[in-house]
T-cell receptor, first 114, second 112 residues
Framework: NAGVTQTPKFQVLKTGQSMTLQCAQDMNHEYMSWYRQDPGMGLRLIHYSVGAGITDQGEVPNGYNVSRSTTEDFPLRLLSAAPSQTSVYFC?????????????FGNGTRLTVT | SQQGEEDPQALSIQEGENATMNCSYKTSINNLQWYRQNSGRGLVHLILIRSNEREKHSGRLRVTLDTSKKSSSLLITASRAADTASYFCATDARSGNTPLVFGKGTRLSVIA
């Protein structure tokens, strides 16, 4: 039982490049979400999904796209990377919607945009 | 926008001492959760306390919730060096459709 798996662990991009951060969970959780963590800022929600085919914006969605074609996968796409997107990105899932049950986190992707 | 705010921002104690961290929030909640984050890792869930509960225990952890003061505390008893981590509270607001909102965390250092 792997839980929540994020790939890659580290990534360096140049300004303007695009990439996809992968997130997969094997717990059959309906709810999945993406957070970014910056020093002194805590975790801020980017996008979330309450089930396959359903996504919604969080607090800081600009510059990011998501899709949820299967229950297991929830990729995060950076359309045109900017230095302000340098951060650590966490994917999380839970069996219930919103905050009704504990979140299970992946170990993060550390992204640097130069 | 942050719903929960932890206090203090950083805490340094000796092994064996108790550590207390506080979380204050602004709006009515369904539940409040505490998470731990070790350096370079994802967050790990510790305890969920519902709005109709006042206290919960899990091993050396004790969480209290005072909805009248909109505050919660996390007590770690008999701390160990392995408890060194950042601790976050997260709130599930009763109104609106916003998922869990995290505070900025308390960084705990336990010195052996």
């Amino acid at each position: 039982n792997a839980g929540v798996t994020q790939t890659p662990k580290f990534q360096v991009l140049k300004t303007g490049q695009s990439m996809t951060l992968q997130c997969a969970q094997d717990m059959n959780h309906e709810y999945m979400s993406w957070y970014r963590q910056d020093p002194g800022m805590g975790l801020r929600l980017i996008h979330y999904s309450v089930g396959a085919g359903i996504t919604d914006q969080g607090e800081v969605p600009n510059g990011y796209n998501v899709s949820r074609s299967t229950t297991e996968d929830f990729p995060l796409r950076l359309l045109s990377a900017a230095p302000s997107q340098t951060s650590v990105y966490f994917c999380a899932s839970s069996y219930a919607r919103r905050g009704q049950s504990p979140l299970h986190f992946g170990n993060g992707t550390r992204l640097t945009v130069t | 926008s942050q719903q929960g705010e932890e206090d203090p921002q950083a805490l340094s104690i000796q092994e064996g001492e108790n550590a207390t961290m506080n979380c204050s929030y602004k709006t009515s909640i369904n539940n409040l959760q505490w998470y731990r984050q070790n350096s370079g890792r994802g967050l790990v869930h510790l305890i969920l306390i519902r709005s109709n509960e006042r206290e919960k225990h899990s091993g050396r952890l004790r969480v209290t919730l005072d909805t009248s003061k909109k505050s919660s505390s996390l007590l770690i008893t008999a701390s160990r060096a392995a408890d060194t981590a950042s601790y976050f509270c997260a709130t599930d607001a009763r109104s609106g459709n916003t998922p869990l909102v995290f505070g900025k965390g308390t960084r705990l250092s336990v010195i052996a």
